[in-house]
């Protein structure tokens, strides 16, 4: 059952996050270099770190689906890179309004992590409709499989490769960004904050994984009872879609 | 609080905006799960009803042959 | 079984026949190029180019001929029914990879021979030395073969969607975003007015490291876009 532990997941996730954001928010000190707007770090970098993540982590669920041909960790790999997805674009979002805030750009090119955030999130957009452009189940996971597993080895590539590009990273962001130079006051909230942004993701992978789950369920029961009403395909096919199918 | 508004610097706007997009981003999931999850109880109502029915004809044919007019019975007769 | 090197060197030899017999891929190509040069010219309002932007012009052009080239390499096989017939032949199912993408990097390198030469004729400013070639030549090669391995992997991959040439330079775009930053980085020198410097050896470093990462890579998953 994807729904077990649900519960202390989320409490967990709420505990964890909201303590890390009131610690940013009130014992965190105000960085020298930027000021106030330095505290878009500590929602913004656990974000992405956390995205970042699920894709790897999505390409390692589909190198098992391929080895294994088990439906489940298809539909594993299908939420973690689906939710990474989302969390890709408040990355972005939140990366632009500090940028804006630091350097009065939306956009800055020299900022190596960001323009390579950009390319992955670009490259991950392809995942949804790639899929759906597959009508046989069983195909559409396969495919989506060697698609996640090369996406998944291209993230680390990429960063190497756009770093190199670029070598004059901005100073201020270098310090930021590495962790390295951070004082102990902005660590705690920072780690805080990063871990909170895990289980945020694990909470709402499992629930994405739950609702599938139940969807599929229903839909299997339905057949069932259908077919016992000797009504044969009343309820038609599946509706053609980009998630996994479960069938239960 | 006014020592708290007092110590904002005139840039928080910003910071404000990140943290709400972050906001603004759960409670749109938020939003989409609540409305998928309307449409599985809408399939689960559906599938009582269809339980029911199903669970009301055959006791209905055992008992006796002029109960027949149970409406939601019809479709099982046909099986 | 038949060995490996058979089977590929079989698949090649039907490729290049093909292409030989119907030209359809190369030629396309290497029109697409030389026209993209001419819409370079015009919407740049440039009559020569030079250093940075030279490099972008080349590479830029260089990667959407590559792009067109991709979405043909498995169309013929699959509508024909080519893939079939392989997988009942008892050999080694990558090599229909190394066949395709040994294929794909020679289209490239008949490409370039046809596209940069227009290139310098039509756009470059400072013309090419002989040194310069061999520079470039390299740069180029390595490229060809990154760009080959990703084309034909995401070929294989778009060929059995029903959105194919619409959806395989959108996945193969992005990935092939470090390539193109290394070698527009590597012959920017090249392609200098000021004369070319030595080649920056860390992008083609980089390039074969991204050759080297994604040839493997590929090597392993090409055997799941098959079907059984």
Sequence with gaps: MYSSKLRPLSLATVVVLGGAFVLAAFTAPIDSDQGFSQKIFYVHVPMAIVALGGFVFGGIEAVRYLRTRDPKHDLRSYTAIHMSVILGLGVLITGGIWARAAWGVWFEWREATLVSFLIVFLLYCTYQPLRFSIADPEKQSRYAAVFAVTAGAFVPLNFIAVRLAEPYIHPRVLNNTTGGALPVDMKIPFYLALVGMTLLFITLWKLEMTHKLARGRLRGLQRRLDLAAGDRDAAGPAPRSAAPQVVA | MTVLAANIPDNSGYVVAAYLVFLLLLIIYLAITAYRLTGLERRIGDLTAQVDAAERSPADDGADDAATTDPSGVREHSA | ?228
């Design chain 3, 1 to 228: 079984m038949t060995p490996m090197r058979a089977t590929v060197g079989a698949l090649l030899r039907k490729e290049l026949l093909l292409e030989r017999r119907v030209p359809q891929v190369i030629p396309a190509m290497a029109l697409f190029s030389v026209t993209t040069f001419v819409v370079f010219r015009f919407a740049l309002n440039r009559t020569s180019v030079e250093g940075n932007v030279a490099s972008g012009v080349l590479w830029v052009t260089l990667l959407f001929a590559a792009m067109l080239g991709a979405n043909r390499l498995f169309v013929t096989d699959h509508e024909e029914g080519g893939i079939e017939a392989f997988l009942l032949a008892p050999v080694d199912r990558t090599a229909l990879f190394v066949a395709k993408a040994t294929t794909f990097v020679a289209f490239l390198v008949l490409l370039e021979l046809v596209a940069v030469p227009a290139f310098v004729i039509l756009l470059l400013e400072p013309g090419l030395s002989l040194q310069d070639v061999g520079r470039l030549a390299l740069v180029l090669l390595l490229a060809d073969v990154g760009i080959a391995v990703i084309g034909t992997l995401f070929g294989a991959l778009a060929v059995q969607t029903r959105a194919r040439d619409l959806i395989l330079p959108l996945m193969a775009l992005p990935l092939l975003v470090p390539v193109i930053i290394s070698s527009a980085k590597a012959t920017a020198p090249v392609l200098a007015v000021a004369g070319a410097g030595a080649l920056p050896g860390r992008y083609l470093a980089l390039l074969g490291l991204y050759d080297l990462v994604f040839g493997l890579l590929a090597y392993a998953v090409f055997d799941f876009l098959l079907d059984d």
